[in-house]
Every structure is written in C-alpha cells, then in structure tokens.
C-alpha cells in the first residue's frame, strides 16, 4: 500500500502563489504516476497535472498549462504542484493520486484509473 499526504493549501488572493506538496510512504515503488486533481463544490473531480514517478515525462490540461507546474523530488519521495497566477476558479479542494502501471500510462485524467489518493488540502482563492 502507499500512503499519501498533501499540505501546502490556503487562502490567496488572486494573482499570488501556493506551492502543495505531497509526500508518499509506504511501497512507493509500485507507484508509475503521480497526478493532482482538485474538485469545486458541486463540481466533478478535475485533473490538473501527472508525472512519471521517475522520470520527466509531464502532462497538463490546458486549463492550467503555464501557470501550474509539477515536479518530484524523488529521494523525498515527493511530489509538488506549483501555482502561479491563481484566480478565483481555482478554488478547489486539491488531491494527490498515484497509479500503477497496470494501464502503461503515466498518467490518465479519469480518477478512476488512480489506486491511491491523499486526503487533500483545500485551495481558496479570493478576487
């Protein structure tokens, strides 16, 4: 099993920053990808960023390309989502998710594909 653990959420007003971590324990090598999704109130669960657990591949919707960036750090065994430019329509609670190989793809924008999530940490961004 792996365990997941976001931090790094809060209030900002638009425009600012946030940087999320997320940090991985447990059998971290069955881990292929790595992504972030975030969910709005009402709303369905949103893929934001994947990464290959180890290596460079890197993917993003275009809803967010060029304003997030996600990286790993993999002698910590974590992974970060870096957040630029924010607006209001950000807000979100935000979730980390790891999937195994068992699909061939790093990553996958439906949440069904992810065999691991955090508990997430809850972004606010104010106007």
């Known amino acids: 099993q792996v365990q997941l653990v976001e931090s790094g959420g809060g209030l900002v007003q638009a425009g600012g920053s946030l940087r999320l971590s997320c940090a991985a324990s447990?059998?971290?090598?069955?881990?292929?990808?790595i992504a972030w999704f975030r969910q709005a109130p009402g709303k369905e669960r949103e893929f934001v960023a994947g990464?290959?657990?180890?290596?460079?591949?890197?993917y993003y919707p275009a809803s967010v390309k060029g304003r997030f960036t996600i990286s790993a750090d993999n002698a910590k065994n974590t992974v970060y989502l870096q957040m630029n430019s924010l607006k209001p329509e950000d807000t979100a609670d935000y979730y980390c998710?790891?999937?195994?190989?068992?699909?061939?793809?790093?990553?996958?924008?439906?949440?069904?594909?992810?065999?691991?999530w955090g508990q997430g940490t809850q972004v606010t961004v104010s106007s």
């Open positions: 990464l290959r657990w180890i290596g460079s591949s890197i």
């Open positions: 998710a790891g999937k195994t190989y068992k699909s061939g793809t790093y990553y996958d924008t439906s949440p069904s594909q992810y065999d691991y």
């Open positions: 447990g059998h971290t090598f069955s881990i292929y990808g």
